[in-house]
């Protein structure tokens, strides 16, 4: 990767900070301060990114703004101006430097890393490598009671003490899944782009590990997007082979080969219905395969509350949509349904906002979601356009990080509040590698006045 090179700096350090809150970006139950609000760990190295950033500026550099930052900027500011609407003010408070942090991410890992040619490719792999590392660490919390060993943090069990569900280092299975799905997808697109380094034997076992810590910690959500992705490469093949089947497999279509096909084809789809019967006639089995959903009387764990909070998230809309509540009040509003008035952190972490698009237009309003609304339109138009003229290695990031960024606003609609650090991880991410592609375009000397705005940088002195 191309690029402008950065002035002498400890970046070592900086790598390790930056690749610190990728592996920490998912713990809520480990290394955290309980200040009232929540104080994480990855949020300590950010504010270490932050203060590099600001020093650089401080030392000549301009400071550049990263993709989208305006809008957000316009968005805190909408955030900041809700936060008397609320009685317990503290909590919406506490949410805005929150949201602002997450946003002076972004303008940390531009600043530091979108020019350094050297130190990216490192970026972008610990980013990968991350998600292998809280996956392992999953699968280890799914063995270990298995085997007589002790429970890794495990907040919810299939069978009491005997087969826990994974959550990692999150709060429950559901946010686990939420937070895995963004490096499988990911990682996916980039092996289905055909960039050779992603396609040795160490990253196959990265993804399949990914894939498979998806598969044991069982949140549905988590494990119907982790099939959506590996479905992508077969029925990309299958509409190729439709399409051009001569072309695609080499040879033509005779009459005893496709009855071939059918034949096993048919075999298949004979296996599959003779175990999903088999499961089927198995209570216990049946049992561990719909606890957690409410059904034939088994515990509905977390559906339930998800439901009366987005209910109670509508009809925050519905009461108040010229007038947002901020993000930290969207939780009075819903307790104030439920006849609670909540005055302490703990007593409103029980009513958060559910399904994150929802949630923005109770914070904001109706009018005030329009600069969050422009956020999300150019932080996916925009990378996509750029990606079909830059080199095919940023092409390929580009194109992953996007993908896998439309999964994880899909998967947010069913569950958890739009302040997640990883997401915003992830959007950090989009941006450096989106600066970067910019920046060796601009260089590459094919950009053309009005050409996606290539003409007019956007820095700040």
């Known amino acids: 990767m191309a690029g402008y090179q950065p002035m002498n700096r400890p970046y070592h350090l900086l790598v390790t900070a930056a690749g610190l809150v990728f592996f920490t970006s998912s713990f809520d139950l480990f290394l955290n301060i309980n200040l009232g609000p929540n104080i994480r760990i990855a949020q300590l190295f950010v504010l270490v990114l932050l203060a590099a950033a600001l020093l650089t500026h401080r030392l000549g550099r301009t400071m ?17 101006a809700f936060v008397p609407v609320a009685e317990f003010w503290q909590k919406s408070l506490a949410y805005c430097l929150w949201l602002a942090l997450d946003i002076a991410l972004s303008f940390a890992l531009v600043n530091l890393f979108a020019g350094d040619s050297r130190n990216l490719p490192t970026l972008l792999k610990l980013y990968l490598a991350s998600f292998a590392f809280i996956s392992a660490f999953g699968i280890v919390q799914f063995i270990s009671p298995i085997l007589g060993g002790p429970a890794l943090l495990v907040e919810q069990w299939w069978l009491p003490g005997r087969v826990p569900r994974v959550n990692g280092f999150s709060y429950e299975p559901s946010y686990y899944a939420t937070y895995l799905i963004m490096g499988l997808v990911c990682l996916g697109s980039l092996r289905r782009s055909g960039m050779v380094e992603y396609l040795s034997r160490q990253w196959t076992f990265a993804y399949l590990l990914i894939f498979l810590a998806l598969l044991i910690c069982f949140s549905r959500m988590g494990v119907v997007f982790a099939l959506v992705e590996v479905s992508i490469a077969p029925l990309t093949r299958l509409w190729k082979i439709v399409k051009h089947p001569g072309l695609v497999l080499g040879f033509r279509l005779s009459g005893w080969k496709m009855l071939a096909l059918a034949v096993v084809l048919l075999a298949a789809y004979s296996s599959v219905t003779r175990a999903v019967a088999w499961f089927l006639d198995d209570p216990e089995t049946v049992e ?36 947002g509540q901020s993000l930290g009040g969207i939780t009075e509003s819903i307790a104030g349904y439920n006849g609670l008035r909540p005055q302490h952190f703990e007593e409103t ?8 698009f929802a949630e923005v237009a109770a914070a904001s309003g109706i009018p005030g979601s329009i600069p969050f609304l422009c956020f999300l339109a150019v932080t996916i138009v925009a990378p996509l356009r750029l990606a079909a003229r830059s080199s095919p290695r940023y092409a390929a990031w580009l194109r992953a990080l996007v993908l896998a960024l439309i999964f994880e606003w899909a998967i947010l609609q069913l569950n958890q509040n739009i302040l997640r650090l990883y997401l915003w991880v992830h959007i950090a991410l989009l941006a450096t590698v989106y600066s970067a592609a910019r920046r060796q375009y601009i260089l590459s000397g094919d950009a053309e006045p009005g050409d996606a705005g290539y003409d007019s940088p956007n820095l700040l002195a």
């Open 64 to 80: 550049e703004i990263p993709l989208g930052g305006l809008y957000l900027i316009a968005w805190c500011a909408v955030q900041l």
């Open 349 to 356: 972490k029980i009513f958060e906002g559910q399904s994150v």
């Open 288 to 323: 561990i395969l719909v606890s957690g959903t409410g059904l034939l009387g088994t515990a509905s764990h977390s559906v339930d509350e998800r439901e009366d909070h987005l209910h109670g998230t509508l009809l925050t809309i519905a009461h108040h949509p010229w007038m």
